[in-house]
């Protein structure tokens, strides 16, 4: 497992927005973003999949959007309309083998099997 760094959380009220960044391989195919609150089970966000498109779990649809530098191998998750139930500490994590990357959206992908994988972010979002 190879660990990669997000950067981008912090503390924002109800409303407002965020963008976190991970570097990722630069030979993955798949990647994206899922999040955990205490005492919660880790939940897939959004995934950018092997074929280029988005995918996004249903709390995240229309408020967050998933997209990647590919010059820097930068991934990105913005995230817009904030509420406080979107407070958690947000992961990053990306696959690099395309059989793997075909079986599913990214963000329904088990985080702890993944290659890489990010030690998380806060994000707080206050109301």
């Known amino acids: 497992q190879i660990q990669l760094m997000e950067s981008g959380g912090g503390s924002v009220q109800a409303g407002g927005s965020l963008r976190l960044s991970c570097t990722v391989p630069?030979?993955?195919?798949?990647m994206g973003w899922f999040r955990q609150v205490v005492e919660k089970e880790r939940e897939g966000v959004a995934g950018?999949?092997?074929?280029?498109?988005?995918t996004y779990a249903n709390f995240a649809k229309g408020r967050f959007t998933i997209s990647k530098d590919n010059g820097k191998n930068i991934l990105y998750l913005q995230m817009d309309s904030l509420k406080p139930d979107d407070s958690a500490i947000y992961y990053c994590?990306?696959?690099?083998?395309?059989?793997?990357?075909?079986?599913?959206?990214?963000?329904?992908?088990?985080?702890?099997?993944?290659?890489?994988r990010g030690q998380g972010t806060q994000v707080t979002v206050s109301s």
């Open positions: 950018l999949e092997n074929d280029g498109n988005a």
């Open positions: 994590a990306a696959d690099v083998l395309r059989s793997r990357c075909l079986k599913g959206p990214f963000y329904e992908r088990s985080f702890a099997h993944l290659p890489y």
């Open positions: 630069a030979n993955s195919l798949c």
